[in-house]
């Protein structure tokens, strides 16, 4: 777990209402895992809003269902894919209000499928939510040559047709920005 009150790592509601989510919007978050800030958007953008928990992996996908199920939360759905293959992503496109991409691009091989499966699926005037590791090295997180600083998610981005946005508080190890399409 990333984040508990008596510690000081990422807290997502934090980080996610900071980014300006709200209640009823429509949210994908791709690369979600265990649905760490799935779960935390769901709570925040209530029963007229909803998420898609996007991974390539099934058993994430499974426990954040569970996790959800446990906490009566209805809003998730969760879809499986490799978001490398920008023309599979089965979110629909131009629905999404907001796209998460938190931890992900530092680790992959293909970045631009990944922001081209974001781009596809935000309405116009939606907005990509990039939350990475700092680029100096840390004790934990992925080796410091893997991660991206902020110029490189900026040069990702724009290069992708995105235009920036903000910089949201995050944590010590971590940076978060928006890029709006």
């Not at 900071?18 to 769901?42: E, K, L, Q, T």
């Not at 992925?142 to 990702?156: G, N, Q, Y």
């Amino acid at each position: 777990m990333l984040y508990s009150p008596g510690n000081r790592f990422i807290d997502p509601h934090k980080v996610l209402v900071g980014a300006g989510f709200r209640p009823g919007m429509i949210i994908g978050d791709f690369g979600s895992g265990n649905g760490f800030y799935a779960v935390a958007a769901a709570e925040i953008v209530g029963d007229k809003g909803s998420v898609y928990a996007v991974d390539i992996q099934e058993d994430p996908l499974r426990h954040l269902m569970s996790d959800a199920r446990l906490k009566q939360i209805r809003n998730i759905t969760t879809l499986r894919c490799d978001l490398e293959k920008a023309d599979y992503c089965p979110v629909p496109a131009v629905s999404c209000d907001a796209v998460i991409l938190a931890n992900i691009l530092h680790q992959a091989p293909n970045k631009k499928a990944v922001i081209e499966s974001a781009f596809k699926a935000l309405k116009t005037g939606g907005y990509v939510l990039v939350i990475e590791w700092e680029p100096q090295g840390s004790a934990f997180g992925p080796p410091a040559e893997t991660r991206l600083s902020e110029e490189d998610v900026a040069h990702l981005l724009t290069g992708s047709g995105f235009k920036p946005g903000r910089k949201t508080p995050a944590d010590s190890y971590h940076y978060a920005v928006t890029y709006i399409k």
